[in-house]
């Protein structure tokens, strides 16, 4: 009796291909796509890293002169201390946060609990325009609108004090309106969308079960979000955060267009200063490929991608926990 | 201990609002009724699932709603505690009186009914904390912090839903999801004892249940029949015949979505049932 085998010519089970080999064509199409995704952000990484290092491998500066205060590349010894800018980074985003999650998990409650289906089909469109409005468009209108209103309006000192105690609290005031303040702000319109959006999907997917078992108790249906709602989807909208964080600190443009541009460090929301993205694009155009100065620049977009890559690791982070609970 | 020793305003049993309008009807109701309906009909948009249903359920007794699917015995459930409510689209017409105070009236705090009226669903849905703030959870929302009144209740509540001797060790410590599913249906049959109802609407709470989960369930309410009354729905007519003392039987036709073709005790319907189509249902011959 003729074996099985012996029906068919070559064994292929036996052979070893390679790898591209043993995929078909719609198989192989996707596996180069997903491949070329990671070599370019693996290069891209690569080279930022090599960039950014140049300053201290190349140029010898120490990393304690790069966190310094002093920011100066046309002196006779040119000096490049960053603080300026990566704690105006961190203000202005942390200010723009500050306005903007209690709006937009506001936003998102209303949209996921509250609001009916006519309120919804409003929202919910609008929210998807704020996206598609380009920063330069919002920076603008921060020139245009809002500068001039802080200016106009709070121009002198400002200064709070009590009858005995005296000044409790006193800040400059706005001289031009480019301010910590106006950044903020316009920064806060732009990442609203974004913590809006991943807090609501975050609330919607609490299972609906929680919610009818909260109110069949007899809870009221804001007890049920405070103590069923919140808790749950609390990890969720931590990512909303996160993600509105990694926005703002790499939004360029439009708060470069409000902020002033003075790379001094930051002292009240009045006053005028920078952070590492719009001293990175006003200054690009000065420099040349290899001298200190555009090596520094360089350094500044490797201090943004570690930002970039910390907030990733956080929001991965976030989400395992609340897998592992 | 009394569960309902730990609230002592008793404010917190009875809505007030009705209560002048609801004058005349207890005058005129049997003192050991506890729930009656008066023409209920139900529907979802067009869509009618509960059709002109009139019925009365006994003070601390059992009622089976029983009957194929879609015959709207789960939507006629739910109006006795308001849940239909939540559903957009959903209207409920006619009366649903709760020791003759009729609960559908604009100015009724559903809050306060759905103290009175708990509610156990097909799923359990344990909430995501402990075991201990999982019941906890409905006493504190009311106010009630005083830990030892808290730990009390707890102990009372569990117990009663004979889940005590299994969680008592790590009360605080596990999670009411970490449960198995009939431990979970126990804890929220738990949760609902621990807000002190009057009444508790099961909507097929052994469904999702292993034979001896199921078992125990209809164990812990007969011993939950002596002090409420207990409606619930069920497709198993086995669970319907063991645990209840009146059973209605819903269907449906093309023409009359969900109605109630007859209503008896449950030794009557499913022994000598009136309706050819109640005996068609139980003897299997159809649904």
């Not at chain 1, 469109?125 to 200016?151: Q, Y």
């Not at chain 1, 989807?233 to 964080?245: D, E, F, H, Q, R």
Request: hydrophobic share 45%; glycine share 8%; charged share 20%.
């Amino acid at each position: 009796m003729a074996s099985l085998t012996s029906a068919y010519p070559t064994s292929k089970l036996r052979a070893k291909p390679g790898l591209l080999e043993r995929l078909d064509l719609p198989r192989r199409v996707v596996f180069v796509a997903a491949a070329s995704m990671i070599i370019v952000v693996a290069m891209l990484m690569i080279f930022i890293v090599w960039q950014g290092t140049q300053l201290f491998v190349k140029d010898g500066y120490s990393l304690g002169a790069i966190f310094d205060a002093k920011w100066d590349p046309l002196a006779d010894t040119p000096e490049f201390g960053i603080l300026p800018f990566i704690l105006g980074t961190i203000v202005v985003t942390a200010g723009a946060l500050l306005i903007s999650t209690p709006l937009s998990v506001g936003v998102a409650l209303f949209l996921s609990e509250v609001a009916p289906k006519w309120a919804k089909s409003i929202v919910q469109p609008a929210l998807e325009i704020f996206v598609g409005i380009p920063s330069v468009v919002w920076g603008w209108l921060g020139i245009t609108v809002l500068v001039p209103f802080l200016a106009d309006t709070f121009n002198g000192p400002i200064v709070i004090s009590l009858p005995i105690v005296g000044t409790i609290f006193s800040m400059p005031g706005f001289l031009t309106g480019f301010s910590w303040l106006a950044g903020s702000l316009v920064l806060s319109i732009m990442v609203l969308p974004t913590i809006t959006s991943v807090s609501y999907d975050a609330f919607r997917a609490v299972p609906q079960e929680l919610r009818t078992g909260s109110l069949a108790l007899g809870t009221t249906r804001w007890q049920m979000i405070r103590h069923i709602l919140i808790p749950s989807a609390l990890s969720g909208v931590l990512t909303a955060v996160v993600l509105g964080m990694t926005r703002a600190a790499g939004e360029a443009l439009a708060v470069q267009m409000v902020i002033g541009n003075s790379p001094t460090l930051p002292e009240a929301i009045t006053q005028p200063m920078t952070t590492l993205t719009s001293q990175i694009t006003l200054d690009m155009g000065n420099t040349v490929f290899g001298e200190p100065w555009q090596d520094a620049l360089w350094t500044m977009s490797l201090v943004l991608l570690v930002i970039s890559i910390t907030s990733v690791v956080l929001v991965r982070v976030i989400n395992k926990r609340r897998m592992g609970s | 201990m009394p569960i309902t020793a730990v609230y002592p305003e008793p404010v917190l049993r009875r809505v007030e609002v009705t209560a002048p309008r609801a004058a005349v009807q207890v005058a005129a109701r049997p003192a050991d009724i506890k729930i009656a309906t008066e023409h209920v009909s139900i529907s979802y948009g067009d869509k009618v699932a509960v059709r002109d249903v009139s019925l009365t359920v006994q003070d601390r007794s059992i009622l089976a709603l029983i009957g194929p699917s879609g015959s709207g015995k789960s939507t006629f459930l739910r109006c006795f505690n308001r849940m239909n409510d939540l559903i957009p689209g959903a209207s409920v017409k006619g009366e649903v009186c709760l020791d003759g105070e009729n609960v559908m009236e604009a100015d009724v705090s559903v809050v306060e009914l759905r103290r009175r009226v708990g509610m156990v669903f097909q799923r359990p849905n344990p909430f995501p904390m402990s075991i201990y703030e999982n019941v906890a959870y409905g006493p504190r929302r009311r106010g009630l912090n005083d830990r030892r009144k808290l730990n009390d209740l707890v102990e009372t509540s569990l117990k009663r839903a004979a889940l005590w001797d299994e969680v008592k060790d790590d009360l605080r410590r596990k999670s009411g999801l970490a449960l198995s599913g009939g431990q979970q249906q126990r804890l929220c049959i738990a949760r609902v004892l621990a807000t002190d109802p009057e009444v508790i609407l099961m909507d097929e709470p052994a469904s999702a249940l292993d034979p001896v989960s199921t078992l125990r369930i209809e164990e812990l309410m007969r011993e939950l029949r002596e002090a409420y009354t207990i409606v619930i729905v069920t497709h198993n007519m086995q669970q319907a015949a063991r645990v209840s003392d009146v059973t209605a039987f819903f269907t449906m036709a093309d023409d009359r979505a969900g109605y109630l073709v007859e209503v008896g005790p449950t030794g009557q319907i499913f022994t000598r049932p009136s309706e050819q189509l109640t005996e068609d249902y139980i003897s299997g011959r159809f649904g």
